[in-house]
């Protein structure tokens, strides 16, 4: 079995899906819950017309992840000798940086 992403966006008023990995694999929805059964169904007749044309599968190659942004940044160094990702150790710009938070 294979994964595929689904990616879905807020269009105006309702919602659109596409598939990344398989071009022109697309549905819209009232909502996202809907937007998603359509775009199983779209996903379904895409597989078979692939194997109707005797064509296949293409792999899956797109990862995503969610990632929560806070509204505080706190930025980091690479150390020009081991480029490992280092966080400032100045207690001044430490202690600014807390506070914009």
Known sequence: MKEYMVIYELAG????????????????????DETEDLMRDAIELYVDALHDDGQPMPEPTIKARGMAIGTCSMTSRISPNNATSTLSTHTSDLAEALKRC
Request: proline fraction near 10%; hydrophobic fraction near 30%; charge should be negative.
């Open 13 to 32: 008023e309702n919602y659109s899906a596409y598939v990344p990995d398989l071009p022109g694999c697309v549905a819209c929805g009232d909502t996202v």
